[in-house]
C-alpha cells in the first residue's frame, strides 16, 4: 500500500515535471535575491548563507504543500483512499514520502550548488547538504497536518503559511544553527542531533494529526 | 496617601504608555464584544417577532437541551 | 438537576450570564486594588527607578498568554474527543483573549526594553517565544475564520491547537538554544528589581485581576458564540431577557 501510494504519487509527479522545477527554480531564485539585496561582500554573505538557504527551503516547501492533497482531493481520489481499509496513517505517511522525494530532495542535493555563491567551504557545504536531508523531512511531514487542514479553503495558500511556519521554527534553529556551527568551528553534531530527534518527534505525531485533519475535512 | 512622581522619574512616557496600551486593548475587547451581544440581540429580538408563539419558544429550547447528547 | 445538562450551549447560556458579574466586578476591583499598590505602595527600585512598574501589567499578561494556549488546546482537545460542542466553543471563546494578552505582554515588554535595554525589541529568547506564541494563536484563529462550517472548524482548531501544544515546548527549547548560541543578542537586566513585598503583593492582585477579567471576557464572547450558532439558544435569550 505504502509503495504502492509512493510510486503512483511519483508517476504522477513526473507528469507535471514543470512543477518540481519551479519549486527548485523558486528555491534557488530566493537565496540569490539575498546578495542582491545585502551587496556582495563574502564575509557578511558567508554569516547570513546558513538561514538564507534554510528559510528559502521553508518557503519553497510552502509552495509544494499546497498540492500534496489538493489534486487527490479534486478528483475524489482521496475520499476512495480513506475508505480502503488501509489505516489512513500509512496513506498520508506514503504521500508525505513522495512529496518529500518530488518537492524536498531536489532542493537538498541543489542546495550545495547556491551554496557556493555564498563562498561556503567545503565541510560547510557538506554539513548544508546533511542538516536539509534530515530538516527536509520534518518540512514535509508537519506541513502534510497544515494541508490537511486547509483543504479546499478559500485562501488555502497564505493559511498554510500562517498555520505552518510558526511550527517550523526549532527545524530552522537546528539546521541553519548546525551550519552556522560550521562555519565559525564548532562542531555541528548537537545542532543535528537536536534535528534529528525533532524529525522523529515529528514522524511519530505529524501523520496521526493530518490524518486527523484529513478525516475532518473530508466529513 | 503620598501621590507618586507622575513623570516616574523620567520613565514616565515607558509605564503610562504600557498602561495606556493595556487600557486601550481591554476596552476594545469589551467594546467589540457589547457591540456584537447587541447586533445579536437585534438578530434574535425580529426572530422571535416573526413567529409570536411563546409556546413554540419553549418547545425549541427544550428540544435544544435534549438533541445535545446526540451532536 | 443535574449537571451534565449544563454542558448544553442552551443550557450554559443563562448560567453564564449569571456568573459574569461574579468575575468581572472582582476582576475591576483587584485591578484598582493591584494598581494602588502598584504605584503608590510598591517602592520605586533603586537600580531600575519606576520603570519597573510595567511588570505589574507585564509579567501577568505574558503568563496569561501562554496559559491560555494551554487551555485553549485542553478545551478544543475536550470539544474533540467527546464531541462536547460547549467545549470546542471555549476554545474559540479563549483564542482572542489569549492573543490579546500575548500582544499586550510584548507591547510592555518593548516599553520595559526601551528604558532598561536601550532598545524596543532584542532577540531575547523570552521575546521571541512570545512572538511565536503569537503567531500560533494567529493561525488559530485564522484557521477558525476560514472554516464555514462550525463543526470543521472546531475540529479543524483542535487538531491545531494540540499539535502547537507539542510544539509549543520544543520551540520554547530550540527558541533558548539559539539564544544561548549567539551570545550577541543575549542581554541583561539592569540587575534584577530586588523583589521587595509590595511589589510581589501588586503583581500577585494584578494576575489574579487579569485571571478574573479573563473568566468574565470569556464569558461573554461564549455567549455570543452560542447565540450565533444555536438558534435555539438566541430565543432563549430573547425568552429570558
Known amino acids: ?219 | ?71 | 438537576m443535574k449537571l451534565y445538562k449544563y454542558a448544553s450551549p442552551a443550557m450554559f447560556y443563562p448560567v453564564a450570564g449569571k456568573m459574569i458579574p461574579w468575575f468581572a466586578i472582582p476582576a475591576a476591583l483587584l485591578f484598582a486594588v493591584g494598581l494602588y499598590v502598584g504605584f503608590f505602595v510598591a517602592p520605586t527600585d533603586f537600580q531600575q527607578g519606576d520603570a519597573y512598574r510595567i511588570m505589574f501589567i507585564h509579567v501577568p499578561a505574558a503568563w496569561m498568554g501562554m496559559f491560555l494556549y494551554v487551555l485553549m488546546a485542553i478545551y478544543a482537545g475536550i470539544g474533540w474527543a467527546f464531541n462536547a460542542r460547549l467545549s470546542s466553543m471555549m476554545a474559540s471563546a479563549i483564542a482572542v483573549t489569549g492573543a490579546m494578552f500575548t500582544l499586550l505582554s510584548l507591547v510592555t515588554g518593548a516599553f520595559w526594553g526601551k528604558p532598561t535595554w536601550g532598545t524596543w525589541w532584542a532577540w531575547d529568547a523570552r521575546m521571541t517565544s512570545t512572538l511565536i506564541l503569537l503567531f500560533l494563536y494567529a493561525g488559530f484563529i485564522a484557521l477558525q475564520a476560514a472554516i464555514d462550517d462550525p463543526r470543521r472548524a472546531d475540529r479543524a482548531g483542535a487538531v491545531l491547537a494540540i499539535v502547537g501544544v507539542i510544539n509549543v515546548p520544543i520551540i520554547y527549547f530550540s527558541v533558548q538554544w539559539w539564544n544561548t548560541l549567539h551570545q550577541g543578542a543575549t542581554i541583561r537586566l539592569l540587575g534584577k528589581p530586588s523583589i521587595a513585598a509590595p511589589m510581589l503583593t501588586a503583581l500577585l492582585i494584578m494576575l489574579a485581576a487579569c485571571w478574573l477579567y479573563s473568566v468574565a471576557i470569556v464569558l461573554v464572547r461564549l455567549r455570543c458564540i452560542i447565540l450565533e450558532r444555536e438558534q435555539n439558544a438566541s430565543r432563549l435569550a430573547e425568552v429570558n431577557a
Do not use: C
Not at chain 2, 522619574?9 to 457591540?35: D, K, Q, T
Not at chain 2, 445579536?40 to 428540544?63: C, G, S
Open chain 2, 1 to 71: 496617601m503620598n501621590w507618586p512622581d507622575l513623570s516616574m522619574g523620567g520613565y514616565g512616557f515607558y509605564v503610562w504608555g504600557s498602561y495606556l496600551f493595556a487600557l486601550v486593548a481591554i476596552v476594545w475587547e469589551v467594546l467589540s464584544l457589547r457591540h456584537r451581544k447587541k447586533a445579536l440581540a437585534n438578530e434574535a429580538r425580529r426572530a422571535v417577532a416573526d413567529d409570536d408563539r411563546p409556546a413554540a419558544v419553549r418547545t425549541t429550547v427544550l428540544r435544544g437541551s435534549t438533541n445535545e447528547t446526540t451532536s
Open chain 1, 1 to 219: 500500500m505504502l509503495r504502492w501510494i509512493v510510486w503512483r504519487d511519483l508517476i504522477l509527479a513526473w507528469r507535471r515535471r514543470s512543477d518540481i522545477l519551479s519549486t527548485v527554480f523558486f528555491f534557488v531564485i530566493v537565496v540569490s535575491l539575498f546578495p542582491l539585496g545585502i551587496g556582495p561582500e563574502t564575509q557578511l554573505l558567508r554569516s547570513i548563507a546558513p538561514g538564507v538557504v534554510w528559510v528559502a527551503a521553508l518557503l519553497a516547501s510552502m509552495l509544494s504543500l499546497g498540492r500534496l492533497f489538493a489534486n487527490d482531493y479534486q478528483d475524489g481520489t482521496l475520499e476512495q483512499l480513506l475508505l480502503t481499509p488501509q489505516p489512513l496513517f500509512l496513506v498520508v505517511l506514503g504521500k508525505v514520502l513522495a512529496h518529500w522525494i518530488i518537492a524536498e530532495l531536489p532542493l537538498v542535493l541543489i542546495a550545495p550548488l547556491v551554496g557556493v555563491q555564498f563562498d561556503l567551504s567545503k565541510q560547510t557545504l557538506w554539513v548544508l547538504f546533511v542538516s536539509l536531508l534530515l530538516g527536509t523531512p520534518i518540512l514535509s511531514l508537519i506541513g502534510s497536518v497544515g494541508a490537511g487542514l486547509t483543504l479546499g479553503l478559500r485562501g488555502g495558500g497564505v493559511l498554510i503559511s500562517i498555520l505552518i511556519l510558526p511550527l517550523y521554527v526549532p527545524a530552522l534553529i537546528f539546521g541553519a544553527g548546525a551550519v552556522e556551527a560550521t562555519i565559525i568551528g564548532v562542531t555541528p553534531a548537537p545542532n543535528l542531533y537536536l534535528l534529528g530527534a525533532f524529525a522523529v518527534v515529528s514522524l511519530l505525531f505529524a501523520p496521526w494529526a493530518a490524518s486527523a485533519a484529513l478525516r475532518i475535512s473530508l466529513e
